[in-house]
């Protein structure tokens, strides 16, 4: 069974901080990955990623595959940065289903 | 392209009916994985669909049940509606197993 474990549960944020989110995983997997979930619900996919790094505008992902651990760093954050960010990674037994931490909800004030 | 797409997007229902929500993937994805999230549970996998066969679930009841047809749109059905179904329900997209998943906007449903 593969755990998967975020820290912190909860974060706040003065704008134009950096902010680092962190997720631990217990099993060897293929890829992670990083989600983002706004109030209201809708889930946007922001990264996946089996090694190495990952930017896209402000947000940067890494993985190391032999620590088992990720990071998920926003640059500059801004209000609209607030939301649940999630990191999932694949069932050991199953690629296809995916196994979801608790999530970090990040408040991000002006 | 059209992202993926859900509805009905809010519903409510009252104990012991049945629901179904619909999905319908990226234009070319193969794959939809729905997937459950309430406060309590967080999200869970409830089973995932490819070229039309179920290829895994997830461990809930029986009542909850899906299909996807030759154009790729899924359902999921649930029936016997109990309190604790409450929940947003997500599909997600992918063209291929173990690939990016695309999530659409979620159902949300309430049981009264």
């Known amino acids: 069974k593969n755990e998967v474990e975020q820290s912190p549960q909860n974060l706040t944020a003065q704008e134009g901080e950096f902010i680092t989110i962190n997720c631990s995983y217990s099993v060897g997997i293929s890829a992670l990955h990083w989600l983002q979930q706004h109030p209201g619900g809708g889930i946007v996919s922001l990264f996946m990623?089996?090694?190495g790094k990952k930017k896209h505008g402000r947000l940067i992902a890494t993985i190391n595959i032999q620590e088992k651990h990720s990071s998920l760093h926003i640059t500059a954050s801004h209000p609209r940065d607030s939301a649940v960010y999630i990191c999932?990674?694949?069932?050991?037994?199953?690629?296809?289903?995916?196994?979801f931490g608790t999530g970090t909800r990040l408040q991000v004030f002006p | 392209k059209a992202g993926v797409t859900q509805t009905p997007r809010y519903l409510i229902k009252t104990r012991g009916q049945q629901v179904t929500l619909s999905c319908s993937p990226i234009?070319?994805?193969?794959?939809v994985s729905w997937y459950q999230q309430t406060p309590g549970q967080g999200l869970q996998f409830l089973f995932e669909?490819?070229?039309?066969?179920?290829?895994n679930k997830g461990n809930f009841p029986g009542r909850f049940s899906g299909r996807q047809f030759s154009n790729s749109r899924s359902e999921m059905n649930v029936s016997t509606l109990e309190l604790g179904d409450s929940a947003l329900y997500l599909c997600?997209?992918?063209?291929?197993?173990?690939?990016?998943?695309?999530f659409g906007p979620g159902t949300r449903l309430t049981v009264l």
């Open positions: 999932a990674v694949p069932s050991v037994y199953n690629t296809d289903k995916l196994i």
């Open positions: 997600a997209s992918s063209s291929l197993s173990g690939g990016d998943q695309f």
């Open positions: 990623l089996s090694s």
């Open positions: 669909y490819f070229s039309e066969t179920q290829r």
């Open positions: 234009s070319g994805h193969r794959s």
